[in-house]
């Protein structure tokens, strides 16, 4: 039986994951259905009727991965690294019956290249489910605090 807790937990190991380049490890934690999301305006409700920064299935996160591990990725030499700082994460939906749970996570998100760093503000909802009794991540939704404003590409994932 899942607890609240271990919804809690979940979130920040799936940070961990992210933080130590431990992809593949954090590609597992997606449903066979699972998206990540990066709305491009604020309080955006639709992911297909407007242009989104990320909106990424489990086949085009594998991708992404594959072209950060890939030894012709110049804009990766040498690789960016990155830094989740959490708050404690609360959960907001928490429905067995349905096999239906949300969390929500405010952070700072810091990534890293030789000697550029950017500075993210951002909001996170986990849309989560349980496979086999495991938690699995049906949508990352990553709302940028300043998502309308002008900045670089994000190398990796909020």
């Known amino acids: ?3 609240p807790a271990d919804l809690i937990a979940f979130v920040y190991r ?10 593949e490890e954090w590609l597992a934690l997606f449903a066979p259905d699972g998206r990540y999301w990066m709305p491009l305006e ?3 409700t639709d992911r297909r009727l407007t ?6 299935d489990l086949f085009l996160l ?3 991965v594959e072209r950060l591990k ?5 804009s990766q030499k040498p690789k960016s690294r990155c830094h989740h700082v959490l708050q404690q994460p609360q959960v907001d939906v928490f429905d067995p019956a349905a096999n239906r749970y949300v969390v929500w996570t405010a952070m700072h998100y810091v ?3 030789l000697d550029h760093q950017d500075l993210y503000a951002v909001w996170a909802t986990h849309e989560l489910t349980t496979i086999d009794g495991a938690i699995r991540i049906q949508m990352k939704r990553v709302d940028l605090v300043n998502c309308d404003a002008a900045f670089g590409s994000i190398q990796l994932f909020p």
């Open 14 to 23: 799936e940070a961990r994951l992210l933080d130590e380049q431990r992809f």
């Open 1 to 3: 039986m899942i607890a």
């Open 42 to 44: 604020y309080g955006q």
């Open 111 to 113: 990534e890293s290249r």
């Open 51 to 56: 242009a989104s920064l990320m909106d990424e």
């Open 62 to 64: 594998r991708l992404r």
């Open 70 to 74: 890939g030894n012709r990725t110049y």
